[in-house]
């Protein structure tokens, strides 16, 4: 008697786990990170990002007094499982898990493999729909045969429209991915809790346009600057009405976080046509089950999901668009600091769309104090006969500085820039440009490519043809030419700092990107020459 009762004890659940479902979210809030290892150069790709997001959404439950499986249905498909955290739970998570696998064609069959379902096709003799109820025999990789009344059959064999109609959704399935925790409560009750993971396969880039004003005489002018935020969601998911926020700056990541998210999956169904026609003795032995097909291929002969028609009584779902119409939000990003790198918060609220990029504008700046700069490289090593060489083009560079009284003062991201001029005939095109990220303080300049007005000759210079000793004092020159209407500033690399020693009449070089640098003035129509000396700094 008393080993019958420890079996009847052990027999008997300590616990009965009840499976609830968390509402939808309440609350959302979604950080994005850049792909760390896409440069400046690197144009945004939409149809793989490589970056991060930080996905907070908050959703209430009811759970029952004791043990209990709640389910997040919803989440990104691209969620790495061990960064999630539930918070707001009384007696906290026992244990994580997340779906492998989603609703589809072929999960949908192999879920009801032995049940019944409804077969609809048309009566060819009397051309009405007929429905009958059927058996599920095989599973999604062994040609999809129902047992009806009549015997056996394969779909789709023959030759007429059919429909199958499935009573409901076999346990474990859902439409969206899920992630679900234990837990364990000791009186129940509803809570809003916090599920907080990353997901994989997001993106963003910052692109500037930038309107110089009319008056471009080599002083300074303002500009108007435009910024663009180029957001970018990979997964199958939306994340509507969501708190946004970006991170500017190279995140450090040690961790293969696309090979964590490992996506749900959701196959397709396979249907080959054997047996043909209907048996009324049995089933022949079955054939032995095909490979999965390749995703997109699609050989002559079977059928896919596309050609099937799968019906769910009281529970249709249509796959999301490919590419969603999102309207443009106008709004200003507030800055503020996180260790190293830079974090934006988008004021309001924006949906972040699922396989979809979408634009909201974060900087908008209408007084930019900026000047057109010219620039040009003089090596001390390289001979210069300003009589019979051909001058340089000058590279062009748009200078500003990142700080309040320049009309910026925000971090800028890094970017790309394009620059439009007003003419007599309109705004045209002025150049484009790559931004690296520029904090607050920070000197701005962006190159725009060479020059068609301003040109120089410059090096080393002797009257004898033979290059100076640098060992000594050595005489250098540059021959400037200037066909603008306005006199115009150049910037001349003299040489590379702890190389050479510099010494320019009346002037002290200064220290830009690693080259000691005089800026001079060339009059409009015209052409001025500067001369100066330098030598070696190693000299013996």
Known sequence: MMLAGVGCLLAAPLWAREVVDASAPVDLAVTIYRDPDRSVEDELDADDPRGLAMISETRRVTIPKGESTIRFEGVAEGMIGVSAIVTGLPGGTIEKNRNAQLLSPAALVDGTLGNRVTITRMNPATGKQVSETAVVRTGAYRGLVLQTS??????????????????????????????????????????????????????????????????????????????????????????????????????????????????????????????????????????????????????????????????????????????????????????????????????????????????????????????????????????????????????????????????????????????????????????????????????IELALGESAQVFGTCGNYTRNGRASNLAKWSPMRAVLTNANPHPVTVRLQLGWGGDYEIRFPGRKPELKNGWQTIEVSVPANSAATYEWKARDSDRE
């Open 150 to 443: 009549e015997g056996f059959e394969a779909v789709q064999c023959s030759g007429l429209p059919e429909t199958l109609t499935f009573g409901g959704v076999p346990p474990g399935l859902s439409a969206q991915p899920v992630f679900s925790v234990d837990t364990r409560s000791a009186e129940g009750g509803t809570y809003d809790v916090t599920l907080t993971y990353l997901a994989w396969g997001f993106d963003w880039q910052a692109d500037y346009v930038g309107r110089m004003s009319e008056k471009q005489s080599g002083e300074e002018f303002e500009m108007g600057l435009l910024s663009w935020l180029s957001l970018v969601n990979d997964n199958g998911q939306s994340f509507d009405n969501a708190k946004l926020q970006i991170i500017a700056g190279k995140l450090n990541v040690e961790s293969d976080y696309e090979g964590l998210a490992d996506p749900p999956e959701a196959e397709g169904l396979s249907l080959t046509c054997y047996p043909l026609g209907r048996t009324g003795f049995g089933a022949p032995p079955p054939p032995p089950p095909p490979p999965p097909p390749p995703v997109g291929y699609a050989p002559e002969g079977d059928y896919y999901a596309e050609d099937a028609s799968i019906v769910v009584t009281a529970m249709r779902r249509e796959a999301p668009a490919l590419m969603m119409a999102v309207p443009v939000s106008v709004i200003t990003a507030e800055e503020e600091d996180l260790g190293d790198l830079k974090l934006f918060r988008v004021p309001g609220r924006v949906d972040v769309s699922a396989k979809g990029m979408k634009q909201v504008a974060f900087l908008n700046k209408d007084a930019v104090k900026a000047r057109l700069l010219y620039q040009t490289q003089c090596d001390p090593t390289d001979l210069i006969d300003p009589e019979y060489d051909e001058p340089d083009a000058a590279n062009l560079l748009l200078v500003t500085k990142n700080e309040d009284k320049k009309g910026l003062g925000i971090a800028l991201p890094q970017g790309v820039m394009t620059l439009f001029e007003p003419t007599s005939r309109g705004l045209q095109l002025a150049g484009q440009t790559t931004l690296r990220d520029y904090a607050r303080g920070q000197d």
